[in-house]
């Protein structure tokens, strides 16, 4: 079945770059996403990649896909405390057909100053 | 523009109880979507709505949960006998499905529901 695997936690200092790392099952997901999560709040959506791209830069952040691999990455760079919250990878299903998303269980990002 | 809300933000109820939830999507939004997350969980698929019809539901979705989205604008979610493994945060997310797009989904603040 499908599955999206991360790595729970992650502790960076602050100014400098973070990198969390994803892996997924589904060879037809068309889109994959990366989603932060702070205490007690919904989902903000960070940034996606469409699996014919190999890397997508937004600001201070870079997804790369390696899709042979089914590996996905998110890098921050410049890494604030304002990062510091879970961030969660998913992929869409189906080939972007249904469009229900499949996350991973979430990184926690920690960011000391 | 506002974004997706969801009502109430915080349920408490006994064992047993109905309970019912509302999601407001973004306006103009042809897709919603009800997502469940447990603590240290990422969230899990429950059910999605294209326009007014329910186009698919997950295994989680038992027979104690209905969805509806009558108008295709808002939805709700109620969950009939509440059992004390139905706590969670019930999250909403709506977006704007056009072939050939990237679907992103926009969530809400979920819906915190305590089954004591």
């Known amino acids: 079945g499908e599955d999206v695997e991360q790595s729970l936690f992650l502790s960076v200092r602050e100014g400098d770059s973070s990198v969390i790392n994803c892996t997924y099952t589904d060879s037809s997901s068309t889109y994959l996403y990366w989603y932060k999560q702070e205490p007690g709040a919904g989902l903000q959506l960070l940034t996606y990649i469409f699996s014919n791209m190999d890397m997508k830069q937004d600001q201070r952040l870079t997804v790369l896909l390696n899709k042979k691999d089914k590996h996905l990455s998110l890098r921050i760079a410049d890494t604030q405390t304002g990062d510091s919250a879970i961030y969660f990878c998913?992929?869409?299903?189906?080939?972007?057909?249904?469009?229900?998303?499949?996350f991973g269980k979430g990184t926690k990002l920690s960011v000391k100053p | 523009d506002t974004g997706v809300s969801q009502d109430p933000r915080h349920k408490i109820t006994k064992r047993g109880q109905n309970v019912t939830f509302r999601c407001d999507p973004i306006?103009?939004?042809?897709?919603l979507y009800w997502y469940r997350q447990t603590l240290g969980q990422g969230p899990e698929f429950l059910t999605y709505?294209?326009?007014?019809?329910?186009?698919?539901k997950s295994r989680l979705l038992s027979d104690r949960f209905s969805a509806e989205r009558p108008k295709g604008s808002f939805s709700t979610l109620e969950i009939q006998r509440t059992e004390q493994g139905d706590s969670a945060m019930y999250l909403c997310a709506s977006s704007l499905r056009l072939a050939g797009a990237s679907n992103e989904q926009f969530f809400g603040p979920g819906t915190r529901l305590t089954v004591l």
């Open positions: 306006s103009e939004h042809n897709r």
């Open positions: 998913a992929e869409s299903i189906g080939g972007g057909s249904q469009g229900n998303l499949i």
């Open positions: 709505f294209q326009n007014e019809a329910q186009l698919e």
